[in-house]
């Protein structure tokens, strides 16, 4: 049958059914797309033929709809996928309709369609949206000309963008560092749904960012900034106590959200959506202090610059981004991880002595909860909108970004830094709460405020190695009734001191050498060995024995008097004497 008369004998049937149809093109060449195999790919393949032919005379899904199924007569059947694809393609709304397939689950009228213009996860079922992605890569590897016809782009800039936060920890002289086996950053999506009309693929980012950085690209509304794994990053703490107005802000200041559209042969389209440097400068990333941020004549001039244009408003939201400067720190985004404690010299006399920490983020891995962060960034003017208007983007005086977390998961990729605690002020004590940021990738600090100088430690002594002599810089670890570790140093007489423990119950001291336990009840001493030192020094184990070696002239040895062999039958002499005969007694 040819195609003319095809759209003849379905549109009778259509008007017999009441139904008011668009009038449809069929003038192009016919359509010889072969029937395909009657498995999922083949109908797939079929479906994707349909389409490509028809491009530019189905326009609206009436008309999709009429195209597809006439060229695809199905009543049910592997058929309904090719139909699907075809409509998908065409005009991929995805409500057409069609007959279900048992055999696929109750989902899949509608899977082909979603699959071919790309959000699987678009679909409202969990069954359909499995069904979407088995078949996408099939589809997505086949659909879409060879060659676009022209292509252009559509820009708006954001103020700007946070990269990360650094958490700057307590007591003057202390540093926090990330080193080459870390990274930092935040994955960033820009709040919306696309429009169901609209392809949206791919990514158009062309971001060259300075030195220290990397980019990428991770969907068609969501990217990362991140320190690379070959530089460094860190901070040196100003102050006694945790100062959240020293910590820093890593700020992207010129950052450009681009959509592309390509227009192909027969009208047939595709948006592509990604970040790129603004005027074609490379990215910067300026790091900037809670303080500047508060008071922003503390900022150099070079630092003036990069922000130039930015009002109160937008120092406040890049404050805002920090849970303790305007954000929420309950909303679940800080995972707690342990708890140390910071001291000071004993007396001036006393050395001050820098206590190392590792910090590890290997341990959040157990929570399985996503956490956020969304703030509305002021958007400048750029180069159009109607692009960002057709693919469902809303544009206005202000776009909503939120930075979403993100867990690495193969072996040995968990955040780690390296932290150094120290104060200089006589008789300091602080317990510091540890937390990890899960959208930005960094370790937190909250301090529980000062110490007394005249309380007594729950539990005090020294470390020492094998000698008996008192080690310095030994990191001692004391686990509380509740479960939770305190991590404390000694000072440089080999003391350790631990603050505010519980009143009852036993706690456990520990060294990488030696643990003891102790009751809480009332003050306790307790010495520990050394990390790394053994209980007891061996004793050698003599060498084994050698001959010696002679003796330039040697003694000689007496030899030594055999032992008697045990009697034997006596030997005859050559003449034996007679032996004596017995007199005989008189009878009486």
Not at 291 to 313: I, V, W
Not at 336 to 360: H, M, W
Not at 427 to 451: K, L, N, P, Q
């Amino acid at each position: 049958m040819s195609w003319r008369k095809r759209c003849v004998t379905a549109v009778g049937l259509l008007g017999v059914l009441g139904a008011a149809l668009a009038p449809l093109d069929v003038t192009a060449q016919p359509v010889t797309c072969p029937a395909g195999e009657d498995t999922r790919l083949g109908q797939i393949k079929r479906g994707v033929c349909v389409a490509q032919k028809m491009r530019g005379i189905a326009t609206g899904r009436e008309n999709a709809n009429r195209v597809c199924e006439l060229e695809i007569p199905c009543v049910v059947g592997m058929c309904q996928v090719a139909r699907n694809t075809c409509k998908g393609i065409l005009d991929p709304i995805c409500n057409h309709g069609g007959i279900e397939l048992p055999a696929d689950g109750p989902a899949f009228r509608n899977a082909a369609c979603r699959a071919a213009r790309g959000p699987c996860a678009a679909a409202p079922t969990a069954e359909e949206q499995r069904i979407c992605s088995e078949i996408q890569p099939n589809i997505r590897t086949n659909i879409g000309p060879d060659k676009e016809e022209r292509k252009e782009l559509q820009w708006v800039n954001p103020k700007f963008e946070v990269v990360s936060i650094l958490y700057a920890p307590p007591g003057v002289g202390s540093s926090v560092t990330y080193g080459e086996s870390s990274t930092l950053g935040a994955k960033t999506q820009l709040a919306t749904t696309f429009s169901s009309s609209v392809i949206v693929e791919g990514s158009t980012s062309a971001v060259d960012v300075e030195a220290g950085f990397t980019f990428a690209q991770t969907s068609a509304n969501s990217f990362e900034v991140r320190k690379s794994r070959t530089s460094t990053l860190g901070l040196v703490a100003q102050s006694d106590g945790v100062t959240h107005d020293y910590d820093k802000f890593l700020v992207w200041v010129n950052p450009s959200l681009v959509v592309e559209k390509k227009w192909y042969p027969g009208g047939w389209t595709r948006f592509a959506m990604g970040m790129r440097n603004r005027d074609g400068s490379r990215a910067r990333v300026v790091t900037v202090t809670g303080a500047q941020l508060k008071n922003p004549s503390l900022m150099n001039a070079d630092m003036k610059s990069a922000f130039t244009g930015f009002t109160r408003e937008d120092f406040d939201t890049i404050l805002k981004t920090n849970p303790y400067m305007g954000g929420n720190p309950l909303d679940g985004r800080l995972q707690r991880l342990e708890e140390l404690q910071i001291d000071g010299p004993a007396n001036t006399n006393e050395t001050v002595t820098t206590k190392g920490f590792e910090l590890s983020e290997e341990m959040t891995r157990t929570n399985s909860s996503s956490a956020s962060n969304a703030i509305d960034i002021t958007v400048m003017t750029g180069g159009g909108v109607s692009f960002f208007v057709e693919i469902g983007v809303k544009v206005g005086g202000k776009m909503s970004f939120e930075g979403v977390s993100t867990t690495e998961t193969s072996a040995g990729t968990g955040q780690k830094a390296s932290l150094s605690l120290q104060s200089t002020t006589v008789g300091y004590h602080e317990v510091i709460d540890v937390y990890f940021d899960r959208v930005y990738r960094t370790f937190a600090f909250r301090g529980r405020g000062s110490i007394p100088s005249s309380k007594t430690p729950s539990i005090e002594g020294y470390v020492r190695d094998t000698s008996g002599s008192p080690v310095a810089g030994q990191v001692v670890t004391v686990q509380l009734p509740n479960g939770t570790f305190r991590r404390v140093g000694t000072s440089s007489t080999g003391k350790y001191q631990v603050f505010d423990l519980p009143t009852s119950g036993n706690a456990t001291v520990m060294t990488a050498s030696e643990a003891k336990v102790v009751s809480l009840a009332q003050q306790a001493k307790v010495d520990v060995r050394a990390a790394n030192v053994p209980r007891f020094a061996p004793i050698p184990k003599p060498p084994p024995p050698s001959a010696p070696a002679p003796a330039a002239n040697p003694i000689p040895q007496a030899k030594p008097i055999p032992k008697p062999t045990a009697p034997s039958a006596p030997v005859p002499r050559a003449n034996p004497l007679p032996q004596v005969k017995p007199i005989p007694r008189p009878p009486k």
